[in-house]
C-alpha cells in the first residue's frame, strides 16, 4: 500500500484527521459545508448535527457524504423515559429515546422517533430486509412499548425495593378486608406475568402502603377485642349450660320422687294386666319429666280415686256408682267382681267413660242384685 515516504505521510495525514472528525473537532464551516445543498434550514441542522457525531473523513481523508456515513448508524432498540434531546434535530424532551448505534466504533446516539422515521432506515432484525414506511411505524410502536413497559417495571423496582417483604408483612391484615385481599393477590399475580402490578393496582397500592401502618394496629387491636368477647361469649354459654344441668339435675330428682310416689300410692291396687302396664308407663314417663297424655292423665286420677275407694271418702252420686259401692259393701261380689267394681267406680268418680261391655256386666251385676 503505502509504497513511497509521500504515501506514508498522506496515510499519517489521513489518520490524523479522522481522529479529529470521529471527536467531532472539526470547524464549524465544514460542517456548514457538508449540509450545503439540502433543502431547507430543519434538513440542514440535521446533517450539521448528525456529521458532528459520525465518521465523516474516509481513510484515505476524503470527506464522505451525508448519505454514506448516515448509513453507518444501525437503529438498536428504543428506551423510555430517559427525557432527552434528539442528538440529530435538538428536540427536548423526546418521549421515545432511539438509541442508534455505530458498530464500528461502538458509539450510541440517542434521537427522537421523527428523525428515526424522517432520516433513518431500519433494517428487520429476523429477516434483515429494510422495512417501508408503514412497516417503521408498526416497528417503533411496538418498540416504544416493549420500552416503556420495561421502564415501568424498573420505576416500580427502584420505588418499591421492599415490595415483597411488606406484601408477607402484611399478608395477614390485608386477608382479613376483601378488597385488600383482591389487591394482594393481583400485585403478586402481576409481579409474576409482568414484573409490576396494573396501573389500578399501583395507585392502591400507594394508597394501602401510605396508612398501612396505623390500619393494622387498629385491625390487631379489633382482633383483641373480638377475641375477648369471643372468650366472654364462651364463658356465659359456658354459665348458662352449668345452670341449666344443675336444673335438670334437680328437676330429675324431684321427677324420680313423683314417680316412686305414684308406684307407693297405687301399689296395692288391684289391677288387670292392662292397667298395670300403664301404672308402670305412668310411672317412667313421671321419671323422665313427661306430660302424659289426657288418656293417661285420666288413668291416673282413676288410679288415685281406686286407693281411696275403701276410706269411704269418695263421694259420687252416680246410680252405678252407688250399686258397685253397695254390692262391694255387703260382700256380695267375688274377687273378679270386686276388681271389676273397683276400676268401673275409679272411672265413674273421674268422669271416665265406661265402654258398653263394661256397662253391660254392670247391668248384669245390677239384675243380680234385684233378684237376690
Ligand atoms: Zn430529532
Not at 418521549?95 to 458509539?107: F, P, S, W, Y
Not at 414506511?133 to 421492599?162: C, S, V
Not at 297405687?266 to 313427661?290: C, I, P
Amino acid at each position: 500500500m503505502a509504497d513511497t515516504m509521500f504515501d506514508r505521510r498522506l496515510e499519517r495525514i489521513a489518520s490524523s484527521w479522522k481522529a479529529k472528525s470521529d471527536k467531532g473537532e472539526m470547524p464549524n464551516a465544514l460542517y456548514d459545508a457538508i449540509a450545503e445543498g439540502s433543502e431547507g434550514a430543519y434538513d440542514k441542522k440535521v446533517i450539521r448535527n448528525l456529521a458532528r457525531v459520525s465518521r465523516i473523513v474516509d481513510d484515505i481523508g476524503e470527506i464522505r457524504k451525508f448519505s454514506d456515513f448516515k448509513a453507518d448508524w444501525r437503529y438498536s432498540h428504543s428506551t423510555f423515559g430517559l427525557t432527552d434531546t434528539c442528538t440529530i434535530c435538538g428536540q427536548s424532551p423526546i418521549v421515545e429515546n432511539c438509541i442508534l448505534k455505530d458498530d464500528a466504533r461502538g458509539e450510541e446516539i440517542v434521537i427522537g422517533n421523527k428523525c428515526v422515521h424522517r432520516y433513518m432506515d431500519i433494517v428487520d432484525p429476523q429477516t434483515g430486509q429494510a422495512l417501508n414506511e408503514q412497516e417503521k411505524i408498526e416497528f417503533l410502536r411496538n418498540e416504544k412499548k416493549g420500552a416503556k413497559d420495561e421502564y415501568t417495571r424498573q420505576q416500580w423496582m427502584n420505588e418499591h425495593p421492599h415490595i415483597f417483604a411488606q406484601l408477607s408483612e402484611f399478608e395477614e391484615f390485608m386477608q382479613s378486608d376483601p378488597e385488600l385481599k383482591r389487591l394482594h393477590y393481583s400485585i403478586s399475580k402481576r409481579m409474576v406475568s409482568h414484573g409490576c402490578p396494573g396501573p389500578k393496582s399501583r395507585r392502591q397500592w400507594s394508597m394501602f402502603i401510605a396508612t398501612a401502618e396505623a390500619s393494622r394496629t387498629k385491625w390487631e387491636q379489633g382482633e383483641v377485642d373480638r377475641k375477648r368477647m369471643m372468650r366472654v361469649r364462651a364463658e356465659r354459654a359456658e354459665q348458662k349450660k352449668r345452670a341449666f344441668i344443675a336444673t335438670l339435675k334437680h328437676n330429675r330428682l324431684a321427677w324420680h320422687e313423683a314417680s316412686e310416689e305414684w308406684l307407693e300410692v297405687t301399689k296395692d291396687v288391684q289391677t288387670n294386666k292392662w292397667e298395670r302396664e300403664t301404672r308402670l308407663k305412668v310411672a317412667r314417663r313421671l321419671k323422665n319429666g313427661q306430660n302424659l297424655s289426657e288418656a293417661l292423665e285420666r288413668f291416673k286420677k282413676e288410679m288415685l280415686i281406686r286407693t281411696r275407694l275403701d276410706d269411704g271418702d269418695v263421694i259420687c252420686d252416680d246410680e252405678d256408682f252407688m250399686l258397685l259401692r253397695r254390692m262391694l259393701d255387703n260382700n256380695r261380689l267375688n274377687g273378679w267382681e270386686q276388681a271389676f267394681a273397683r276400676s268401673i267406680m275409679g272411672r265413674i268418680a273421674a268422669d271416665s267413660k265406661v265402654t258398653p261391655s263394661q256397662q253391660e256386666m254392670v247391668d248384669r251385676l245390677r239384675a243380680r242384685d234385684r233378684n237376690e
